[in-house]
């Protein structure tokens, strides 16, 4: 019976090897046939060729400098993106209130980020319209020239910085870069302004983070009092007083009331 069923299996495996044969056999025979359906077309690459040569105008090298400004300004983007606008104070506050929190990483960095980075752009956008209207527009109808339109684009950022930012935070910069007192806002560069406005939006920021601290410390210390009075001393406090944290937070409409609280700040 073994023997029937060896022999059997013997046959069974030689007619799937010949199965296997014939068909790598054809394979290859349609291989050959048609080489054009067997082989992958080549995809096309693009020529990019850098060349540097000799200019025939001056106007060539001056739009080549022109080029390489706007190359180095786009490179800045991020830091003025956070250094000249409301990102700052969003960022830190709300970076603060997850550590009050105590919820570790959630929401996650790039939540926070992100809430910050629209929030931002919902704050400025008043100033990004004025600037658009002020100088963008003329310039690129032909109205303006290259430095009037930077005049006239930078003014309505430096009156939104020149609000937030402190007289004291201010006259520390002037008087370590030597300068004479300003008598108009227009005499005061940027080089003082922005690290001005910088430092004034951390305090302002921290101020904000110290006031979110506040009632979640409360609750942390009544629960570890409650805990050790309790005797309970490997329990951990926070994992008692996370679920209190986030009730409270939820019931006073947290999001609502610290997103308000930011976005009025810059009124």
Request: hydrophobic letters at 55%; proline letters at 6%.
């Amino acid at each position: 019976m073994q023997t029937d069923v060896r022999s059997k299996r013997k046959k069974w495996v030689a007619g799937m090897k010949g199965k296997y044969i014939l068909c790598l056999v054809l394979l290859l025979l349609f291989c050959a046939l048609c080489p054009g359906r067997a082989t992958a077309q080549p995809l096309p690459l693009p020529n990019v060729n850098i060349e540097v040569g000799t200019a025939t105008e001056p106007q060539e090298v001056v739009g080549t400098l022109q080029l390489l400004a706007l190359l180095t300004v786009l490179s800045l983007v991020p830091a003025i993106l956070i250094l000249m606008t409301s990102f700052t104070r969003i960022v830190v506050v709300l970076s603060f209130l997850r550590n009050a929190l105590a919820t570790q990483q959630t929401p996650p960095n790039q939540v926070i980020i992100g809430l910050a980075l629209f929030l931002t752009v919902f704050v400025m956008s008043p100033v990004y319209s004025e600037i658009k209207t002020a100088a963008l527009e003329p310039y690129l109808a032909g109205e303006m020239t290259q430095e009037e339109a930077w005049e006239a684009g930078t003014r309505p950022l430096r009156e939104f910085m020149f609000r937030q930012t402190r007289e004291k935070d201010l006259a520390l910069f002037l008087n370590i870069a030597g300068a004479e007192r300003p008598e108009t806002k227009d005499d005061v560069a940027f080089s003082a302004l922005v690290p001005a406005f910088v430092i004034s939006e951390l305090k302002t920021a921290f101020q904000m983070g110290f006031l979110l601290f506040v009632p979640f410390l409360i609750i942390d210390m009544v629960v570890a009092s409650t805990i050790m009075s309790m005797g309970m001393f490997m329990l951990p406090p926070v994992m008692i007083s996370l679920p209190f944290k986030l009730l409270l937070f939820v019931m006073v409409d947290g999001w609502h009331l610290v997103v308000k609280s930011l976005v009025e700040s810059f009124l």
